[in-house]
């Protein structure tokens, strides 16, 4: 490979120096904002044959703005839940690993989300409560 005198080659290990910054480009913060997370949830549902409810005092949720999204064991184990806030403090929530929708809202106290999850037509109360951010 010929080169002019005073031309520079870069060296396998070198890397570009990339395109130039854009002058419009704004400053801002590298990743949003943290969202708030609460370990040691627990979660009771109903089941409603008469049984005792299911509770699992190992929960956790995420909450930021606009989203939720809560992780619980039941019986069959692991469930996921990612949502969204359709208005303040209401949250609509799908089951990613399961055919599970829930509705869920926050208590006046902001500690307790109330509300029901629905499967296969049937329809459970369950309730929230946050553990420690």
């Known amino acids: ?32 904002p943290p969202m708030a997370i609460y370990e040691g949830c627990t979660t009771r549902i109903e089941l409603g044959d008469g049984s005792p409810p299911h509770v699992d005092d190992d929960a ?25 806030e359709e208005e303040p403090g209401r949250f609509r929530l799908m089951a990613r690993s399961r055919r599970r929708t829930a509705l869920v809202r926050l208590d006046g106290s902001g500690t307790v989300l ?11 109360p369950i309730e929230i409560t946050l553990g420690s951010r």
């Open 60 to 84: 956790q949720v995420r909450i930021e703005e606009g989203r939720i999204l809560l992780l619980h064991f039941d019986d069959e184990g692991a469930v996921v839940y990612d949502g969204v």
């Open 114 to 124: 109330r509300g029901h999850f629905e499967e296969d037509g049937q329809r459970f």
């Open 1 to 32: 490979m010929a080169t002019t005198r005073g031309e520079r080659i870069n060296s396998p290990n070198e890397r570009s120096p990339g395109p130039p910054a854009r002058a419009d480009a704004r400053p801002g913060p590298p990743y949003p």
